[in-house]
């Protein structure tokens, strides 16, 4: 999502079929082929990881990437990867920002490759960012929601502590209840700070919008 309107969507509530693919995908690995260039991507990745010898945090979707910064400024004793699919989003970093952090890497990768990649080499998060996906509201689009993608369960797997967030209260409720059908007990809040993690947050904030978010530790 681009710009800071409200979510529309003709879905009332929880998706109806949300528990019923939840458990599908976690009764059924993922299986398809990993892509050769997120195959690469997570090879370089790796490299980087081993190299900073420190505990890692993942901001999956951090388009433009201030959040990223933010968290590389926060953590500095983590090594922070930031993964977006959009190479024109992680360009737009690198025109707006003139410094880099040591500890903060950029990897343009699809994440439902790099999450089962990471999965599949033992990384263990201690953090794990997830900041206003974007929610596809229309009813249809349900499994394009990270929540009810095949994916989910490596997400799970990568552990850490989870924070997920958006300005469409349904997407963090059904995150919620997917949790739960996990056996992952969480609640919904209303999210505020002083200050805000990214360009999302400023535009929803400015336009009066509430933000919405889940957070819980992941023992897996």
């Known amino acids: 999502m681009a710009n800071s309107r409200v979510v529309t969507s003709s879905q009332v509530g929880i998706h109806e079929r949300l528990e019923e ?19 690469a991507a997570f090879d370089r990745a790796e490299a980087w990881f081993e190299s900073q010898h420190k505990p890692l945090i993942f901001d999956s979707c951090c388009g433009v990437g201030e959040s990223s ?25 690198q025109r707006c920002f003139d410094d880099a952090f040591e500890n903060l890497l950029f990897v343009r990768a699809d994440l439902m490759d790099f999450w089962r990649l990471a999965e599949q080499a033992g990384w263990q998060l201690d953090y794990h960012f997830l900041l206003y996906p974007n929610p596809y509201p229309k009813p249809g689009q349900l499994q394009r929601r990270w929540h009810a993608s095949p994916v989910f369960s490596s997400l799970l797997k990568l552990g850490g502590e989870l924070c997920v967030r958006s300005n469409w209260k349904t997407y963090i409720e059904e995150f919620a209840t997917a949790l739960r059908v996990a056996g992952i007990q969480t609640e919904v809040e209303e999210y505020r700070a002083a ?26």
């Open 195 to 220: 200050e805000p993690m990214s360009a999302f947050e400023r535009k929803y904030w400015a336009s009066g919008q509430p933000s919405w978010q889940c957070a819980v530790h992941l023992a897996m």
């Open 69 to 93: 910064r933010v968290i590389a400024q926060r953590y500095p004793d983590h090594a922070v990867i930031a993964l977006d699919r959009s190479e024109a989003r992680l360009d737009k970093h």
């Open 21 to 39: 693919i939840v458990r599908r995908n976690l009764d059924h690995p993922f299986k398809k082929p990993i892509a050769e260039h997120t195959q």
